[in-house]
């Protein structure tokens, strides 16, 4: 079946810290993968996506890359704020007839001053 | 301020109640969804709405009700539930031009408590 596998949490950081979440996935075809980000009290907003392979999506500092032969998608920021704590999911898509988007279990981070 | 606005944020119900959750998107989306998030389990799809018609239940028990009377409105029936059924439920919307995009606009979602 089609999943998506998260590092477990939380994680917690200093300020200024390298961040890694891993995120590998399961799928059939090829699908688009997502990197969803979600703030204290509000719902899921997305963050960056890469559409194929060696695809690498960046905003706000993070980064991932499309890894195909690995089947992942880790999202990195060299330097974390504290306006970064969240829960982080990763997800992807099927290329079906509507965004069938299935997510990890996410991943939560906090970000110490 | 995300486009997508859902009522009420907070419901708290007995099991013998019945309410109702919206989601109105302002967008301009032809594609609208249902998830629940639970704590410490994956995202749950519960209904897809494509062009108004819906195009999946994902085996969702009979005592949720979607309702879907345009493509900017999208309603959850709630009636009988059970407090395992005390969650977040999520609307969120989505624009298909070519083709899915896999981009999904969320709301600030309706917090559920069943007693």
């Known amino acids: 079946g089609n999943s998506v596998t998260q590092m477990e949490g939380p994680v917690t950081l200093s300020e200024e810290a390298f961040l890694t979440i891993n995120c590998t996935y399961t799928?059939?075809?090829?699908?688009?993968l997502f990197w969803y980000v979600q703030y204290p009290g509000e719902g899921l907003q997305l963050l960056l996506k890469?559409?194929?392979?060696?695809d690498k999506g960046s905003n706000k500092g993070f980064e991932a890359t499309y890894r195909k032969e690995t089947t992942s998608f880790h999202l990195e920021k060299g330097s974390v704020q504290v306006s970064d704590s969240a829960v982080y999911f990763c997800?992807?898509?099927?290329?079906?007839?509507?965004?069938?988007?299935?997510f990890g279990p996410g991943t939560s981070l906090s970000v110490i001053p | 301020e995300t486009g997508v606005t859902q009522t009420p944020r907070h419901l708290v119900m007995g099991m013998t109640n019945k309410k109702s959750l919206k989601c109105e998107q302002h967008l301009g989306h032809n594609a609208m969804y249902w998830y629940k998030q639970s704590a410490k389990k994956p995202l749950e799809l519960m209904f897809v709405y494509n062009f108004k018609e819906q195009t999946e239940n994902n085996s969702v028990p009979s005592r949720f009700s979607p309702e879907c009377p345009n493509s900017s409105h999208l309603f959850l029936h709630l009636h009988t539930l059970q407090p395992e059924d005390s969650a977040l439920y999520l609307c969120?919307?989505?624009?298909?031009?070519?083709?899915?995009?896999?981009?999904?606009?969320f709301g600030e979602g309706s917090r559920l408590t069943v007693l």
């Open positions: 997800a992807l898509s099927l290329k079906t007839s509507y965004d069938k988007v299935i």
């Open positions: 799928a059939t075809g090829y699908p688009s």
């Open positions: 890469a559409t194929k392979a060696d």
């Open positions: 969120a919307s989505s624009k298909r031009e070519r083709g899915p995009t896999g981009e999904l606009f």
